[in-house]
Structures are given as structure tokens and as C-alpha cells.
T-cell receptor, first 114, second 119 residues
Framework: GDSVTQMEGPVTLSEEAFLTINCTYT??????LFWYVQYPGEGLQLLLK?????DKGSNKGFEATYRKETTSFHLEKGSVQVSDSAVYFC?????????????FGKGTMLLVSP | NAGVMQNPRHLVRRRGQEARLRCSPM?????VYWYRQLPEEGLKFMVY????????ESGMPKERFSAEFPKEGPSILRIQQVVRGDSAAYFC?????????????????FGQGTRLTVV
């Protein structure tokens, strides 16, 4: 079945450092790809998404490009802030009979220090 | 417009008891999904419901687990005779339309989750 693999955390960075969180996927179709973020004590929020190959999703300084040839959707940010500390989940949509459910990776915790 | 509301946030049950988790979708949303996050695991899809209908329960354990989304009131995930292995975070999400991956109305919004601990 479909699966998502993302790098294990925690990832610890200093403020203004460059961030990469790797995500690769296995899917039988052409899924849409997502990054969700979970801040402490809150639910998951959609951070960005891409629906087809070579699409780039971006939001709040974060970017990820849908790479079909490498089945990857790595999350990047040029300069992280303390407020970016959270758990980040990579996910894909699994289209079934006209609707989709989400398959998630295990999540990567990001800790940013001042 | 309040977001997806789940309660309780934390639930402790002894082995053999029943756990009832509630989810109120966002206003105007008629599609609800339940996911489970076991320790050190990603979220796993459990069930997808529309009002009064279960559309896909392929991720639900065959026994002890049930879900409903009545015409009035919240969606309920019920776990009967809980065991220690049921300890997990249970997340609910809702959307206005089936999430086919296209368009803003298909986005699923998540609640804060219910953390179930079985002792």
C-alpha cells in the first residue's frame, strides 16, 4: 500500500539556520502531497500542498517541490524562527472511489533555539 | 467560525471500560474522518463518515471499535472493552466536500485530538 517516510527527529537548529526535512513516498497512483504542522497543544494545520509533479507548494517561508522522479517532497525553509518549533508531518492523499484519505509519515519534531 | 472541536482532550480508562470520543466538525462540514496516532507512529486513517453514513471503515479494527455521525450532534468514536494497546492520540478531521485533493473546499481541518490512556 501507500506509505510515507520522513526523517527522524528531533531536528535541532539555531534561529536563522536553513531547514530541510526529507520526505519520500510510495504510491500506486499520482497522489497529492502535503505538509502539515502541529504546534504544541494544537491540532494539525495544513502548511502547504502540491497536486502534481513539479508543483511547488509554499507558505510562511516554507517550500516543497513534488519530485516524481525521486518520489520526494522535501520541506525547506531558508531561515527558521523559534516560532517554527513544532512537529511536521508529510502526507499523501490516497484517492479512493472519488474521495481521498491521508497517509501520514511519523512526523519530525523541529526545535529552534534563539 | 470555531474549528473542529474534540472532547475530551485527555481520557483515562481502565482496561475493560468503554471510551467515547466526540468530534464536532466545523460549521457547514458534513464529512468527518478519524485517525489514530500510536506512540512513535504517524497518523493512521480509521474511518470516513458523512451524516448518518459510514463511507469507508477500512482502517477500523474489526472488533470493539465503532463510529457514528448522527443527523444531529457530534461524531462519536466508541471503543468497547479497552486494552492497553488502545492508548493513543485520536484525531478527527472534517471537510466541506470529499477531499479529492483539488480545491480549497476539499481541505480537511483537524481537531486537537483526544489522548486516550488505558491503565
Amino acid at each position: 500500500g501507500d506509505s510515507v517516510t520522513q526523517m527522524e527527529g528531533p531536528v535541532t537548529l539555531s534561529e536563522e539556520a536553513f531547514l530541510t526535512i526529507n520526505c519520500t513516498y510510495t504510491a500506486t497512483g499520482y497522489p497529492s502531497l502535503f505538509w502539515y504542522v502541529q504546534y504544541p497543544g494544537e491540532g494539525l494545520q495544513l502548511l502547504l500542498k502540491a497536486t502534481k509533479a513539479d508543483d511547488k507548494g509554499s507558505n510562511k517561508g516554507f517550500e516543497a517541490t513534488y519530485r516524481k522522479e525521486t518520489t520526494s517532497f522535501h520541506l525547506e525553509k531558508g531561515s527558521v524562527q523559534v516560532s517554527d518549533s513544532a512537529v511536521y508531518f508529510c502526507a499523501l492523499s490516497d484517492r479512493r472511489s472519488g474521495y481521498s484519505t491521508l497517509t501520514f509519515g511519523k512526523g519530525t519534531m523541529l526545535l529552534v533555539s534563539p | 467560525n470555531a474549528g473542529v472541536m474534540q472532547n475530551p482532550r485527555h481520557l483515562v480508562r481502565r482496561r475493560g471500560q468503554e471510551a467515547r470520543l466526540r468530534c464536532s466538525p466545523m460549521k457547514g462540514h458534513s464529512h468527518v474522518y478519524w485517525y489514530r496516532q500510536l506512540p512513535e507512529e504517524g497518523l493512521k486513517f480509521m474511518v470516513y463518515l458523512q451524516k448518518e453514513n459510514i463511507i469507508d471503515e477500512s482502517g477500523m479494527p474489526k472488533e470493539r471499535f465503532s463510529a457514528e455521525f448522527p443527523k444531529e450532534g457530534p461524531s462519536i468514536l466508541r471503543i468497547q472493552q479497552v486494552v492497553r494497546g488502545d492508548s493513543a492520540a485520536y484525531f478527527c478531521a472534517s471537510s466541506a466536500l470529499p477531499p479529492s485533493g483539488q480545491g480549497a473546499n476539499t481541505e480537511a481541518f483537524f481537531g486537537q485530538g483526544t489522548r486516550l490512556t488505558v491503565v
